[in-house]
Every structure is written in structure tokens, then in C-alpha cells.
């Protein structure tokens, strides 16, 4: 039949009505697009278009916020009983609804992973930081196709995603321009990522990365890193919805606050001033008498005691107090200023008339409180991260200055066992409570109409993702990107919204990190504490550790262990954890630390491999300490063919980390100049003595260690067109790492100075730099090295994360 212009635009409105009414398929991501008609009209004047299709997010999807805080427990925020004030979260509780029984992996890049998936943190391969990731399952820093992440799902279901502050899921191996940049943010489901890629940053002047491209913050004396990302996730929103306001958006929002270093401006540390003179043992009975009195925890629950391993504060100097009194100012001052940026984020949501149908989750912290600053805190957690314990000679120094930006710092494990009030241990021990629970406030006020409850069902950081799903009405996705997917490991906490006293639905759950492990199964708890992190004694084997009983329905705090009452109970809950351990691939467990920081010992990528050079060049900025080449404890050179345009050269050659540690070749007024920079606390720098000329010339620094030991010092020497011009000698290097952050730029010195010789932003290289070559010969220290394997255990112990 030939089709007249009025049938051909009767067939395209009846083409047209059935696109638009077919039904979605959302299991299958990204939704298959329909076949197009055929249509046969030659005129296009004469047919009728059908329905474009498009995927749209379900009417009424809420936006979704989620709010992730980093190393902060369960008893620092005052909206759980804690000292650390903070309205915002106050606010946010009152008008929804605290949990109490929330609980993560005990450490940040385990927890992040689970978090952003739904899957538990050894399914994703993330077993532990991705810094130590092994060749086993469970721990391979890769995470597999068939565990896609929650923003992925939500952008092919029509959201646009962001995210912003830390990620800290990235393989080290993979942070560089080389890829690959699939486990990158904009490559796992964000549209748009501000933030920094490893565990922590320099508020003051943070390693960033816009979407995959390294950026240099502003030079300016008020800068804070956790006021800028409000201000770029603020500017994101807004401009997402003045384009797009029928578009449902999703944000990740992890400040890099409050991991150390805990840097904020010093008028927040002022509001403090004498607030914990009396101690972490006075704040733990002062956190424990207001966590009851508020109804955060049950009025049964029980204050578990101090354990012989932290020092009490009695014990304490009266130098030692003040130094520590300041630490825990500082971290309180840092939690409020952080807040208050989270207040700025919810106050543009209520201005911009959106805040009724968010769902916007704050999570108190990513772990329980960070033991990591060692016994009397660190003036420059590098230190501690290098084996090196601060005591009070070097930390008091810097007193008046903590916090600011000439310091690194991290408090007391003291204050970290407070702050875990009321359980036992804390960040990285998995085994207890303490390392695990984090208090988390939900706010939805479309959904929610319980005001300033408590939820008491276990629930854990795998909940998050369905959560998002069911309150956005979508399905689980058997299949994305056409890979089928493994079914998410927790639960929606949606049923928790409207009943306090719902069953739980999150019934069993391992726990596992370090050999610190446990599981949790219908109100009872066994676990086994394995190690401890910041102390330097071998574990024991993992077949002789002690496990431990709780029946947590009743013991809240876990205060009274049940394994000699009840062996039985615990043998049932032993086997069910080795049944878990092998479905999830925990197995087998691996307590191993120093070893894992060698790539070839634990499997893991290394992008230099047996590489004893390597040659970079100008505009490479920002190369990570894990994809350059290795320059401790061994020889190496560094030679820099250059053009200098006239016998006043300045500028950075190269440079290597920052402020706290590192190393840099550059020139002065026409002479050559390289600085050793150790921790901050000892500089060795030696120049040439005269100027040169303009033209051609061959720059080059050597440097021999005196002995095969880590942190070894030793010669070192500058040479100009072969003959050499300078010497010295360095007495001690750094042994483990240059920084967590900053890494290698050619050209430029960004992020801190390794050198007070030059200034921040005016430190680029005047004359012309061809390239610059690193020979380096294989490490020097050998099997025998007692001292290095002690230090490697403790940086192993206290790992950056």
C-alpha cells in the first residue's frame, strides 16, 4: 500500500506514542536503545519524527549527597556525644535520623571501595590500602568489571555524578599519564571529579587533580583545601540544576579532613584553648556520661578500659600534656572548620530550593580514629610513616605553629583511643568496635519524617549503594557495560526510615584487616585482635590467635567477653567467618607489612620494574613517588643538558616532594644549587661558586651513601660541564618515602617547597631544559639489614591510609 502524507503522519504518531510508552528495561545498563522504525516517506515534510529516546532517572528520584569524613570516630562529633562541635551534623540529626550500629572496614581505600560499590572491600580487591596491594585475590587494587560502582549505575539511569575531595581507590601503579584510567573517578561513573587521587593531602596546598589533569591550587594565605572543593562541588551543583533542574544529581563529597595532616586556620584552634587539659581519659569518661545522657547509646552500655598498650595520662610530662592538649585542639578546630563547609553545601541546597527531595547521607568518618601519629603525636607524620617516632625534643618547636602550614601534624594515639568512646582500639583494627563504628546521619525530609531518632540495626558500608538504589526506585543491574555483575553484599536501609525497631536485614558481616579480623551474626560477635599498629613487635602466627565473644545485643561497648562461658557459640561463629573468608576472598590472610611495600615481594605492578634510568622532561609535573624512579638508599645522578639565556638563571631544574622531605637541583642567580631537605627539621644545600655564562651546559648532581643501611647518609657532589664544582656531605636521608602527596616536577616546584631559597608560584626554570636524567644503581641495603627491617616494620605498621 502507498503511504499518502496523512497515513505517513498517522503511522509516525502511532511510532511515536509507542517509543515514548515502552517500558524500560533498567537491568541492563546502559539500556539498550530500541530499533528505529523504517519509514519509507521521501519528504520529510510529509512524515512525523518518532520519540527521541532517552534514558531518564525515575520522576521523583531524590538527589543523592553522600558525605564521607575521614579518620574521625564514633565518640569526636557532638552529634555523638563527642567534643568536637559541629551544628552542621547537629542540625542534619535532629531533622532525620542517627545511627548508631553503622559500621565500616576499619580502613579508608577498604571502606571507600565498599562504599562506592556495595561490595565488600576484599570483592573489589581492595583488602587493604591500594599502596599494598599483593598478587592474591582480594588484594589486587584492581577492581573487577563485574563489581561496577554506584555512580556508574546512577549516571546510565540518568543522573549526572560528581565527585570531590579524596578518592583513594586508584592503583598507585595507574596514577600517571600512561594509564590506564579506568579505575580513575570519571572513569568509574563520574561525570566530574575535583579532588586528590591517594590517601592525604597538604590542606594548605594539596596535590590536585582536575578530572585526570594535575592542577596547582592559588597562592594566597587563606587557602584551604576543604573550602575549595565546597566551593567547586557548590558550583557544580548549581550549575547542573540552573542547566538541568528536572535531573536528579548524585555527589560524593569526602573531605581529606580529618586524616592527617590536621591543618586548619588557627582562629578554630583557639576555640579550644584549654578544652583537654585534662586529658584522653578525663574526654573518654566525659564522651561516655554525654553519649548516654543523648541517647546515642544504650543506658546498659558499659566503658571498656584502657588497654596497657596506650599510656595513660597521668603518665604524661607536663611538656608532653601541653604538646598533646594543642593536638586535640587542633583536631577539634579542624572537625568544626570542616563542618562548617559541609553547612555551606547544605545551605545551597535550602537556597536553591532542592533540599526536601535529597538524600543526603553524612558519614562520620571512614574508620575509627587514626592511631598512626604514635605515642606523642608528630610535628611531620612523614616522620612517623618513616619509623622515625616523634617525641616531645622535636615536636615542641613547633608549637605555636601547629596546625598551620609549616607544620604536618597528627595527634597522640591517646586521643584516638578517646575518640573512639565507648569501644575498644581503634582505626585499623577491624577486630573491635572501635576500629569499625562510625556515627552516620540520614536526611531526606520528602521521605523521612522521623525527627532526631536513633536507628540501632547493624548496618554496614556496603548498605550504602542499595539504599541509593531503592530510594531512587531503581533495580539492580544484572549487567553493565556488558559485563554480568555480582549482586550487591548489603542491604537497603530504607526499611529503617519509618521504624526504629524494624528487623535488621544486614545479618552477618566479616570483618578483616591486617589479621585483625571478627564477624558479626545475629546480635553476637568473635573476634581476634592479630596487631597492633604502632607497635614494633613481630604478630604472632595466625593459628595461635586469642578470639574474643560478644553478644553485642546486649554488651553494646563490647565490655565482657563470653569465649570461655560459651565455646560452642564461638566455634559456630569462628567456622562461619572461614566460611565468609573464602566466599569474599580474604583467604588467605596476609599480615605481612614491610614485605608488601616491595612491588616484587608482593606481586604488584611496578612501572620501573628493574629500571635503572629514567629520563623526563619539561612539563611533566606531579610524577607520584610510585611511578618514578627509586633514588633512596642507593647511588644515583642526576644530569640536566640545559640553554641558559644569560648568566642570571633561576628556577627549579627538578624537584622531588616538598616542605616535609624531599630534594631538589635548581639555580640562583646564575649558580647551580642542589638542597637535601630532611623532614624539615635538617637541610644540606651546596652551590657552585660562580655564575654561568649563557650557552650550552651539562648539569649534574651525585650523590654515594656512606654505609648499606636505610636512611644512610652520605656524599655529595655538583658538577658543571664535567668538572666538578661543589661538595658536601648529607648526614641522614630519608629511608621509606618522600611524601603521600607530592610528587616529581621538571621544571617547577609545586604544591611546597623543598627549599626556602625560592618562593611558591615565582619558581619556574628561566632558561631551557632539554631533559633530565635519573641513573640510579640497585639498592644498597642487603638481607642482613636489622635496622631497615625494624624501620620497615613500622612503616608498614603506621602505612599511610
Known amino acids: 500500500m502507498k503511504l499518502t502524507p496523512r497515513l505517513s503522519l498517522a503511522l509516525g504518531a502511532v511510532l511515536a506514542t509507542s517509543v515514548t510508552a515502552q517500558e524500560i528495561n533498567r537491568t541492563v545498563l546502559p539500556v539498550p536503545e530500541p530499533q528505529p522504525p523504517t519509514i519509507t516517506e521521501l519528504d520529510a515534510r510529509n512524515a512525523k519524527a518518532p520519540a527521541r529516546f532517552e534514558v531518564k532517572a525515575p520522576k521523583s528520584a531524590p538527589n543523592v549527597i553522600i558525605v564521607l569524613l575521614d579518620d574521625i570516630g564514633f565518640g569526636q562529633s557532638s552529634a555523638f556525644g563527642g567534643p568536637c562541635k559541629m551544628p552542621t551534623l547537629d542540625k542534619l540529626a535532629d531533622e532525620g535520623l542517627r545511627y548508631n550500629g553503622f559500621h565500616t572496614t576499619a580502613l579508608c581505600s577498604p571502606t571507600r571501595t565498599a562504599l562506592l560499590t556495595g561490595r565488600n572491600h576484599h570483592v573489589n580487591n581492595a583488602g587493604a590500602i591500594m599502596e599494598l596491594a599483593t598478587a592474591f585475590p582480594g588484594n589486587t587494587g584492581i577492581r573487577p568489571q563485574n563489581v561496577a560502582p554506584l555512580a556508574e549505575m546512577l549516571r546510565l539511569n540518568g543522573y549526572s555524578t560528581a565527585a570531590f575531595g579524596k578518592y583513594h581507590e586508584t592503583p598507585p601503579w595507574e596514577v600517571s599519564v600512561s594509564g590506564p584510567l579506568d ?12 579532588g586528590f587521587i591517594g590517601g592525604e593531602t597538604n590542606q594548605w596546598a594539596p596535590a590536585i587533580f582536575d578530572g585526570t589533569v594535575r592542577v596547582e591550587p592559588a597562592h594566597r594565605p587563606d587557602y584551604h583545601f576543604t573550602v575549595d572543593m565546597t566551593d567547586q562541588a557548590i558550583a557544580w551543583i548549581q550549575a547542573q540544576h540552573s542547566l538541568t533542574p528536572d535531573k536528579p544529581f548524585f555527589v560524593y563529597f569526602a573531605t581529606g579532613a580529618l586524616h592527617a595532616p590536621h591543618h586548619v586556620p588557627k582562629e578554630y584552634i583557639e576555640r579550644y584553648s584549654g578544652k583537654f587539659d585534662r586529658g584522653w581519659d578525663a574526654l573518654r569518661e566525659e564522651t561516655f556520661a554525654r ?11 558499659e566503658l571498656t578500659r584502657r588497654p596497657k598498650e596506650i599510656p595513660s595520662w597521668d603518665s604524661q610530662t607536663p611538656e608532653q600534656k601541653k604538646l598533646e592538649a594543642r593536638q586535640m585542639e587542633t583536631f577539634a578546630g579542624f572537625a568544626e572548620h570542616t563542618d562548617e563547609q559541609v553547612g555551606r553545601l547544605a545551605d545551597a541546597l535550602r537556597e536553591m530550593r532542592v533540599m526536601d527531595n535529597t538524600l543526603l547521607i553524612y558519614i562520620v568518618g571512614d574508620n575509627g580514629a587514626s592511631a598512626e601519629g604514635g605515642p606523642e603525636g608528630a610535628y611531620n607524620e612523614m616522620m612517623a610513616l618513616n619509623g622515625i617516632i616523634n617525641t616531645a625534643a622535636i615536636n615542641m618547636p613547633h608549637f605555636d605553629e601547629w596546625g598551620g602550614p609549616k607544620t604536618f601534624p597528627h595527634y597522640a594515639i591517646g586521643w584516638a583511643w578517646a575518640g573512639d568512646t565507648p569501644f575498644q582500639w581503634t582505626k585499623q583494627i577491624a577486630s573491635h568496635y572501635g576500629g569499625t563504628t562510625n556515627g552516620m546521619v540520614i536526611h531526606w525530609p520528602a521521605r523521612i519524617k522521623a525527627k532526631g531518632e536513633v536507628r540501632s540495626q547493624f548496618t554496614y558500608v556496603t548498605d550504602i549503594a542499595p539504599t541509593v538504589l531503592d530510594a531512587a526506585g531503581l533495580p539492580f543491574p544484572k549487567s553493565v557495560n556488558g559485563t554480568v555483575q555480582r549482586t550487591f553484599d548489603g542491604s537497603s536501609m530504607v526499611y529503617t526510615f519509618d521504624n526504629p525497631k524494624a528487623k535488621e536485614t544486614h545479618t552477618t558481616q566479616y570483618f578483616e584487616m591486617f589479621g585483625n579480623r571478627g564477624i558479626y551474626h545475629d546480635g553476637w560477635v568473635a573476634c581476634t585482635r592479630h596487631s597492633i599498629p604502632w607497635l614494633m613487635v613481630p604478630n604472632p602466627p595466625l593459628s595461635k590467635d586469642v578470639w574474643e565473644l560478644y553478644h553485642v545485643a546486649d554488651d553494646f561497648s563490647e565490655a565482657h567477653d563470653l569465649a570461655a562461658k560459651d565455646p560452642a557459640k564461638l566455634k559456630e561463629l569462628q567456622d562461619l567467618f572461614m566460611k565468609e573468608a573464602a566466599r569474599n576472598h580474604v583467604l588467605p590472610i596476609d599480615d605481612r607489612r614491610s614485605e608488601r611495600f616491595s612491588a616484587a615481594i608482593a606481586g604488584r605492578p611496578d612501572l620501573m620494574g628493574d629500571r635503572t ?11 607520584s613517588e610510585n611511578v618514578f624512579i627509586n633514588v633512596k638508599n642507593r647511588s644515583y645522578t642526576i644530569t640536566a643538558p640545559v640553554e641558559l639565556r644569560d648568566a642570571t638563571t633561576n628556577g627549579v631544574i627538578i624537584a622531588q616532594a616538598g616542605a616535609f622531605g624531599g630534594w631538589v637541583l635548581y639555580m640562583k642567580e646564575g649558580k647551580l644549587h642542589h638542597e637535601y631537605n630532611y623532614f624539615g627539621v635538617e637541610r644540606t644545600n651546596i652551590a657552585g661558586p660562580d655564575a654561568l655564562p649563557a650557552g650550552k651546559h651539562e648539569l649534574k648532581y651525585e650523590f654515594i651513601p656512606d654505609e648499606a643501611k636505610a636512611g644512610s647518609g652520605g656524599k ?14 648529607i648526614p641522614k636521608t630519608q629511608p621509606y618515602a618522600f611524601s603521600a602527596d607530592e610528587g616529581v616536577d621538571v621544571g617547577v616546584d609545586n604544591e611546597t617547597m623543598v627549599s626556602n631559597d625560592y618562593k611558591p608560584g615565582e619558581n619556574r626554570f628561566t632558561g631551557e631544559i632539554l631533559k633530565v636524567t635519573i641513573d640510579a644503581t640497585p639498592s644498597h641495603l642487603g638481607a642482613t639489614d636489622k635496622k631497615s627491617v625494624e624501620i620497615g616494620e613500622e612503616i608498614a605498621s603506621t602505612v599511610e591510609d
Open 716 to 729: 655529595c657532589a655538583l658538577y658543571v660541564d664535567g668538572h666538578q664544582v661543589a661538595e658536601g656531605h
Open 291 to 301: 553519649q548516654k545522657q543523648m541517647g546515642i547509646i544504650p543506658s546498659s552500655a
Open 613 to 623: 634510568s629514567l629520563t623526563v622532561f619539561p612539563g611533566m609535573v606531579g610524577i
Open 183 to 194: 579505575r580513575w573517578p570519571t572513569h568509574s561513573g563520574f561525570d566530574k571529579f575535583y
